[in-house]
């Protein structure tokens, strides 16, 4: 405030200093940023970090501006640091320049008495920075202007922010991967550049590659998102990495290969393109029957994983509000991936996902209500045991099998005693009986759909 320049006094301030009056603490002096400013930059404040922040490229926590400060006896300061790209954005989108003001006084307080009559000097270095000078005995002070201004054009900046909308990136990078162009009918090395393939509108006169034209990977590829399920949801056909981007259209094939079109992995930040190209292989066959429906056809599918069914029935029995089922916690339903390698691991969390899934969600008294009311008796088992004395009402002996619920808690059950012989036993026996661990759990989720076919029937 009071700057001296009708210029700077027109400006908009970046940064507001504010004390909370009264209040007792450290806490009583903050600072406040221009709420247009984090409004435009999509900015939120994080107090974990003291920082505004947002989601990078690839869905890592930026700092963007951050406020440190440092309290002691004699003295308190703090930073606030912008990070210069975002700033130059904004800068540039609203015609503006960057006015940095600095006042640095020294002198000896317990010997100060006056400024005195000598001079002041004003220094020009440029027509951006300039500042006034004094020194006077064991005092001096420095005071000036430097004008930060875009360094970039408003309409780079412009085309930049609109290519971040798209999923275009700024100073895009392209990988080649081993791919099959069945335009030409070989398989071959295709660069993600838009340039190295066409499409079906452009193709007129040229020889290139479709961009559909799919690259193969070993399933491994997929592990590093399956294991980062606060930064990574992994669907039945697409990746989306928080507010940072997003991969469609994957699939598996009958070789078990995961597979993806040239188009959508050149939309992927270069560090994931690097990391899908580490896994990339010739294809051991061709895409999978569901992308080519989907995908060529444009048709819909009338199969799908039973995995997918769970979910569907889970999704409804949340809309209708089952008395005798609670979905715990929503982030499940995106939480369980089909297991696709050879890792005992993955295969054992898959079945953990589906146990806090559907097993946690059985409420155990309202089971019991519904054994009172047919009159049956019971102890203190829990929902598994409980349901299996509804289903079992006909049976001779009282009680009907839950076959694949049993299953899914055996394994969660056994999931931190990987190296005990009863474990090791399951999974060997799971390999010999199903030959993957792909293959096996499938088979439970198509037992887990049937039975919770039969208890919703005798439930509701």
Same mark, same amino acid.
């Not at 009583?28 to 947002?54: A, D, K, M, V």
């Not at 991967?177 to 193709?203: L, Q």
């Not at 597979?259 to 050149?266: E, M, Q, T």
């Not at 060529?296 to 769970?310: A, S, Y």
């Given at each position: ?19 909370? !009056? ?36 690839? #869905? ?14 004699? +003295? ?41 009559? #000598? ?76 340039? +190295? ?14 961009? $559909? ?27 989306? @990495? *928080? ?7 994957? /699939? ?13 992995? *050149? ?77 005992? /691991? ?7 996902? $589906? ?23 019971? !102890?203190? !088992? ?9 289903? #079992?009402?006909?049976?001779?002996? #009282? ?10 808690? *055996? ?11 009863? +474990? ?7 390999? +010999? ?11 439970? @989720?198509?037992?887990?759909?049937? !039975? ?9």
């Amino acid at each position: 405030s009071h700057a001296g320049a009708k210029t700077l006094d027109a400006g908009t301030h970046l940064v507001f200093g504010r004390t909370f !009056e009264g209040w007792a603490d450290d806490n009583r002096n903050y600072f406040e940023i221009s709420q247009e400013y984090t409004h435009l930059s999509g900015i939120h404040w994080r107090p974990e970090y003291r920082s505004y922040c947002q989601f990078d490229d690839n #869905g890592d926590l930026a700092h963007i501006v951050s406020v440190t400060s440092r309290y002691s006896d004699e +003295a308190e300061a703090t930073l606030v640091s912008f990070s210069w790209e975002k700033l130059e954005d904004y800068l540039a989108i609203s015609n503006s320049s960057l006015v940095r003001m600095f006042d640095f006084t020294l002198l000896r307080r317990e010997s100060f008495s006056s400024w005195g009559n #000598g001079p002041e000097n004003f220094h020009r270095i440029s027509d951006d920075f300039f500042y006034r000078q004094k020194i006077s005995g064991n005092a001096a002070y420095t005071r000036g202007v430097q004008i930060v201004r875009p360094k970039r054009k408003a309409s780079k900046v412009s085309n930049d922010i609109q290519n971040g909308w798209s999923g275009r990136r700024r100073e895009k990078q392209y990988v080649e991967f081993i791919a099959r162009d069945w335009r030409n009918g070989k398989v071959t090395k295709i660069s993600t550049d838009p340039k +190295a393939t066409t499409n079906y509108f452009e193709a007129a006169g040229n020889t290139l590659p479709h961009e $559909l034209s799919p690259a193969f990977f070993r399933p491994e590829v997929l592990s590093k998102y399956k294991t980062d399920r606060e930064k990574y949801t992994v669907g039945e056909r697409d990746i989306q @990495c *928080r507010a940072a981007w997003g991969l469609r259209g994957f /699939d598996v094939n009958d070789a078990g290969q995961v597979h993806a079109y040239i188009c959508d992995l *050149r939309d992927l930040p270069y560090g994931e393109q690097q990391h899908w190209a580490s896994y990339n292989e010739e294809p051991k066959t061709g895409i999978s029957k569901r992308a080519y429906i989907n995908d060529f056809k444009g048709d819909f599918v009338n199969f799908t994983h039973p995995l997918q069914e769970i979910l569907s029935i889970s999704r409804r029995w949340n809309t209708e509000k089952k008395a005798w089922w609670k979905l715990r916690n929503e982030t499940l339903l995106d939480a369980i991936s089909v297991p696709l390698t050879s890792s005992r /691991d993955e295969w054992s969390e898959s079945f953990m996902g $589906l146990s806090q899934l559907i097993v946690e969600g059985f409420d155990v008294s309202a089971i019991r209500k519904k054994l009172d009311d047919l009159g049956v008796s019971y !102890e203190k !088992e829990q929902s598994i045991a409980l349901l299996e004395k509804v289903c #079992g009402r006909s049976h001779k002996n #009282g009680v009907t099998p839950l076959t694949g619920l049993r299953t899914v808690q *055996r394994i969660r059950q056994i999931k931190g005693h990987a190296g005990n012989k009863e +474990a090791n036993q399951i999974a060997r026996d799971v390999i +010999a009986k199903h030959e993957s661990y792909s293959e096996h759990f499938k088979h439970v @989720c198509e037992l887990v759909v049937a !039975e919770l076919g039969i208890i919703e029937r005798l439930m509701t």
